[in-house]
């Protein structure tokens, strides 16, 4: 992959967008504009009765503001995952003693990550049991197996 430090890539109008909205969707202003108006419903509640109208203003508001943020904080956190997901791939590839094989761990199968996650727990173990040498004899074994796990 290059890389190009002079020219910054440009983010999709919709990316820029869904990152704005989930920042100050999460603000301390966003979250007291949210209290504010439940206020004012409530205290508009005696001015109409308590109507059903009244009711069903709040009700399809926040279903609207719901249904429409789902769509804009998955995009965020789809691209925060990915964002993450690249850089521990970067990390894993630049470590010289790293197991380059775990860089698409993301393809493997349920199984293979429980088994992965099963070996890695014991290693876990085995080192607070028997203390750092162990540990990192332990892991150049888990090095070999991992490597015959995924070919």
């Known amino acids: 992959m290059s890389h190009n430090a002079e020219k910054p890539h440009k983010k999709s109008g919709f990316v820029r967008f869904a990152h704005a909205t989930a920042i100050a969707a999460g603000s301390p202003w966003a979250f007291g504009l949210a209290v504010a108006v439940v206020g004012v419903w409530i205290l508009t509640g005696p001015v109409f009765g308590f109507s059903d109208t009244w009711q069903l203003v709040i009700n399809t508001g926040t279903t609207i503001a719901t249904f429409l943020m789902v769509f804009l904080i998955q995009n965020t956190q789809n691209r925060d995952a990915r964002i993450m997901q690249l850089k521990l791939d970067e990390l894993i590839r630049a470590v010289s003693k790293a197991n380059t094989a775990y860089i698409d761990m ?5 199984t293979e990550l429980a088994a992965l996650q099963t070996h890695y727990e014991a290693l876990a173990k085995k080192a607070r049991e028997e203390g750092d040498q162990k540990a990192a004899e332990a892991h150049a074994k888990a090095g070999a197996k991992a ?3 995924l070919g």
């Open 147 to 149: 490597a015959r796990v």
């Open 106 to 110: 993301e393809n493997m199968s349920e």
